[in-house]
């Protein structure tokens, strides 16, 4: 298994780290979220949902109905691609309420989920209170877990646990390495595996090298040669 943290500041700071997850899921994939009640569960779905080209207004727990389905649009705009869930669906489970396996028969989990504990057809499932139904998620070595934890009242410590199977998927490692950050133009929070990070797009990158062509930027100090010739 794949261990990582990564540190969030801020509510913003999780979406960006929840798009580029959204990035990264594959068909069949189950991705459980542990944490106390308030830590921020449904709002990373969200933000997963959400670089999936989900309206964001439709998520919301799923506490008395159990499943909810959005579908993901086959088509989505720059600078996401269709990706591999592209016209299929995100399948958010909160068990909660759930006292036993027995009651997911109701909610159709048969339907949603394959013999092998995976999730059906062109679909990805999330996870909300997974320690509650583990006898009916794929075995440790096959789900993916992001537990959260309140290191303040914004922020929040999202440590990874992920199969192995995963390093193998295109933008992991910058995934892995990188932290969300603000860009520097924007001050919008850029995801991990943005193709234009650091900045939140091409323009913001662009205004920046501006500035440094028409001086917008001022050293605190003149350049030595010492600097040059770390340089070269």
């Known amino acids: 298994m794949i261990e990582f943290t990564h540190d969030s500041p801020e509510p913003g700071a999780t979406a960006a780290i929840g798009a580029s997850i959204a990035r990264l899921l594959r068909p069949g994939d189950v991705l459980a979220l542990e944490g106390e009640m308030g ?34 649009p086959a088509k989505r ?6 990706g591999p869930l592209g016209g299929g669906q995100l399948i958010h489970v909160d068990a909660y309420r759930v006292s036993g396996t027995d009651e997911l028969e109701n909610a159709g989990w048969d339907r949603l989920f394959t ?9 990805a499932a ?16 096959e789900l993916a877990t992001i537990h959260l934890d309140h290191t303040g009242p914004e922020s929040r ?4 646990t992920l199969p192995d199977a995963w390093a193998a998927r295109k ?7 990188r932290a969300p950050i603000r860009c520097a133009v924007s001050l919008e929070w850029v995801e991990p595996m943005s193709p234009s990070y ?27 040669e010492k600097d040059l010739d770390e340089e070269s």
Do not use: C, M
Request: proline share 9%; net charge neutral; charged share 20%.
């Open 115 to 123: 013999d092998d504990r995976r999730a059906a057809g062109l679909a």
């Open 77 to 82: 705009p720059e600078p996401h691609e269709a």
């Open 157 to 160: 410590r999202l440590r990874f």
């Open 39 to 72: 830590a921020g569960k449904t709002t990373l779905v969200r933000s997963i949902a959400t670089g999936l080209g989900i309206d964001p207004r439709t998520v919301s727990s799923p506490t008395f109905v159990i499943v909810n389905q959005y579908p993901i």
């Open 198 to 224: 650091p900045f939140i797009n091409e323009q913001a990158q662009h205004a920046d090298l501006y500035r440094w062509f028409t001086g917008g930027y001022k050293t605190s100090r003149g350049v030595t």
């Open 171 to 177: 933008g992991f490692e910058l995934f892995k390495e």
């Open 126 to 141: 999330v996870i909300e209170w997974p320690q509650r139904i583990a006898d009916a998620l794929p075995p440790a070595t």
